[in-house]
């Protein structure tokens, strides 16, 4: 089953530590994803079809 429609979804700034479920780009062309390296959302992004992740300088 396909999940929601967000075809306009193209990019999302999250913390490291945020975990990206594998569903949650479902129905999704590639979806950047900016968050920290090293944690979580690097981790799961990895494991998700249409997610590519940037690293996000810390301040």
Known sequence: MRGVD???LTQIRLSGECV?????FDGCDTVFV???????????C???D???FVEETRN
């Open 6 to 8: 967000c075809e306009a």
């Open 20 to 24: 990206i479920d594998q569903t949650a």
């Open 34 to 44: 900016f968050a920290p390296s090293g944690g979580a959302a690097e981790a799961s």
């Open 46 to 48: 990895a494991e998700n």
């Open 50 to 52: 249409h997610c590519v």
